[in-house]
Nanobody, 132 residues
Framework: HLQLVESGGGLVHPGGSLKLSCVVSAVTLEYHAIGWFRQAPGKVREGVACISSVGETTIYANFVKGRFSISRDNNRDNTNSTVYLEMNNLTPEDTAVYYC?????????????????????WGQGTQVTVSS
């Protein structure tokens, strides 16, 4: 069983930065890629970025390339991991609830963002608001 807990959301001015964290605990962590999604009010949830189980592959949505960066820090026995989403040059369009999710690391081999249905486990989300 896998647990994910997001943190780091908040209110930021346009052009500002935030760093989200997703703490992941599992006994089979080495098989799990972690993705970040977001859902703005009245919109469907969309994929933002994804990182493979040991971080060798990272994938981004076009609308965040060059602004967002995903990384992960696994503990020695791969039973815990913290996955980060560093967000820079934020705009009001980035306002959303941000979720992290876990799915099989094999889904990252194609080099494209895995769709939502590939993910099995989800966190509760953290609110990011970009406003002046």
């Amino acid at each position: 069983h896998l647990q994910l807990v997001e943190s780091g959301g908040g209110l930021v001015h346009p052009g500002g930065s935030l760093k989200l964290s997703c703490v992941v605990s599992a006994v089979t962590l080495e098989y799990h890629a972690i993705g970040w999604f977001r859902q703005a009010p009245g919109k469907v949830r969309e994929g933002v970025a994804c990182i493979s189980s040991v971080g060798e592959t990272t994938i981004y949505a076009n609308f965040v390339k060059g602004r967002f960066s995903i990384s992960r820090d696994n503990n020695r026995d791969n039973t815990n991991s913290t996955v980060y989403l560093e967000m820079n040059n934020l705009t009001p369009e980035d306002t959303a609830v941000y979720y992290c999710a876990a799915g099989p690391t094999a889904m990252t081999k194609w080099g494209i963002l895995p769709p939502e249905y590939e993910y099995t486990y989800w966190g509760q989300g953290t609110q990011v608001t970009v406003s002046s």
